[in-house]
T-cell receptor, first 113, second 114 residues
Framework: KNQVEQSPQSLIILEGKNCTLQCNYTVSPFSNLRWYKQDTGRGPVSLTIMTFSENTKSNGRYTATLDADTKQSSLHITASQLSDSASYICVVSAAGGYNKLIFGAGTRLAVHP | DSGVTQTPKHLITATGQRVTLRCSPRSGDLSVYWYQQSLDQGLQFLIQYYNGEERAKGNILERFSAQQFPDLHSELNLSSLELGDSALYFC?????????????FGSGTQLSVL
């Protein structure tokens, strides 16, 4: 069964600190892996998209890594800001031509001053 | 602003009723996707349309139906509503229908069934 699991479920950090969110997946055949940021009550916003051949991709203070062998990904947030408080969702796309994405349940991050 | 417009933002209705959610994709996007997000749950894929045709179906109930019109806007119809249908319903769009394209999400419609 295609699954995407994220950890931790929630996380609290102080402003200015770094953090790393984890994603494990069992989706096969694999097409790509995405990280989204979702503010409360809003739609998800794309942060990164990585294919099988990419193992690192950055978007400002966000850096995603992908290990396709172990089927793991991480999202590292550097020098966190209050505006980083949101849910971060790992999404894996199964190959097959159509855009069927498997969403993780997300990690809820709270950045405190 | 993602460029994807969803209306209404909030909808409160009673069990057994029928509602229609509307989505206008980004200019130039041919694919529209519908997702359901229940409280503290991940997004569940419902259905995808590409240029007016149904492309993929997920866990969409038979009480739910959707269509994409010639002007590419889409509507999701939910009928015989139950309490468990209360959720955030998101629409997303992309240029084509391949698995590697970026999706742009609307702000969602919050449906409350009382």
């Amino acid at each position: 069964k295609n699954q995407v699991e994220q950890s931790p479920q929630s996380l609290i950090i102080l402003e200015g600190k770094n953090c790393t969110l984890q994603c494990n997946y069992t989706v096969s055949p694999f097409s790509n892996l995405r990280w989204y940021k979702q503010d409360t009550g809003r739609g998800p916003v794309s942060l990164t998209i990585m294919t099988f051949s990419e193992n690192t991709k950055s978007n400002g203070r966000y850096t995603a890594t992908l290990d396709a062998d172990t089927k793991q990904s991480s999202l590292h947030i550097t020098a966190s800001q209050l505006s980083d408080s949101a849910s971060y969702i790992c999404v894996v796309s199964a190959a097959g031509g159509y855009n069927k994405l498997i969403f993780g349940a997300g990690t809820r991050l709270a950045v405190h001053p | 602003d993602s460029g994807v417009t969803q209306t209404p933002k909030h909808l409160i209705t009673a069990t057994g009723q029928r509602v229609t959610l509307r989505c206008s994709p980004r200019s130039g996007d041919l694919s529209v996707y519908w997702y359901q997000q229940s409280l503290d749950q991940g997004l569940q894929f419902l259905i995808q349309y590409y240029n007016g045709e149904e492309r993929a179906k997920g866990n969409i109930l038979e009480r739910f139906s959707a269509q994409q019109f010639p002007d590419l806007h889409s509507e999701l119809n939910l009928s015989s509503l139950e309490l468990g249908d209360s959720a955030l319903y998101f629409c997303a769009s992309s240029v084509g229908d391949r698995g590697y394209e970026k999706l742009f999400f609307g702000s969602g419609t919050q449906l409350s069934v009382l």
